[in-house]
């Protein structure tokens, strides 16, 4: 079974512009979350996807957005760039049996560097 | 404020030998803890998880203990190999009865081991 993709792997961006990133997910899971790791900070989540609904949300301005589309894969999008985006943008997928907590796979990461 | 602490950066271990890693946790409402493993240039992988109605659980060399009075957890590793030489965060899922898999990380101990 392939892991999580993201793509691309490396982005380089100015200040002020916007950044869409990629991610699919394991095939048959259905939830998409997305977090943040920079080394002072840490991995902090900055949302849930969940059958094209945002399920959760974490403690990140408006500029940071995201969907997710009918076949599961999701977006992230950051308007106007700042110096503090610069960061690992890890993509995580789970079966999200309700029931039952799942463990969350991730993908390889986004490193995006804003000069 | 970080609910969940990991308060060692990093950690050295001879080959051979255990490795116990700790986290504490502040909030109250955490119901399941997982643990996960992160090499350079590679997203967390899944390592071991717990549930707050267990006090301990075991996976090959891998076993993670939970004192929920004391907020703390700990995973240990028995024996140690130099391949365990990684970044081991300790992670929380709060209760939601939703399933939501919101995932409060620690900031990670550098693990070493010397052959």
């Known amino acids: 079974k392939a892991g999580v993709t993201q793509t691309p792997r490396y982005l380089i961006k100015t200040r002020g512009q916007q950044v869409t990133l990629s991610c699919s997910p394991i095939?048959?899971?259905?939830?998409v979350s997305w977090y943040q790791q920079t080394p002072g900070q840490g991995l902090q989540f900055l949302f849930e996807y969940f059958s094209e609904t945002q399920r959760n949300k974490g403690n990140f301005p408006g500029r940071f957005s995201g969907r997710q589309f009918s076949n599961s894969r999701s977006e992230m999008n950051v308007s106007t760039l700042e110096l503090g985006d610069s960061a690992l943008y890890l993509c995580a997928s789970s079966s999200s049996a309700l029931s039952s907590y799942n463990e969350q796979f991730f993908g390889p990461g986004t490193r995006l560097t804003v000069l | 404020d970080q609910q969940v602490k990991q308060n060692s950066p990093s950690l050295s271990v001879q080959e051979g030998r255990i490795s116990i890693l700790n986290c504490d946790y502040t909030?109250?409402?955490?119901?399941?803890f997982l643990w996960y493993k992160k090499y350079p240039a590679e997203g967390p992988t899944f390592l071991i998880s717990?549930?707050?109605?267990?006090d301990k659980n075991e996976d090959g060399r891998f076993t993670v203990f939970l004192n929920k009075s004391a907020k703390h957890l700990s995973l240990h590793i028995v024996p140690s190999q130099p391949g365990d030489s990684a970044v081991y965060f300790c992670a929380a899922i709060p209760y939601s009865g939703a399933g939501s898999y919101q995932l409060t990380f620690g900031k990670g101990t550098k693990l070493s081991v010397i052959p």
């Open positions: 909030n109250s409402m955490f119901d399941y």
């Open positions: 095939s048959g899971h259905r939830s």
């Open positions: 717990i549930s707050s109605i267990k």
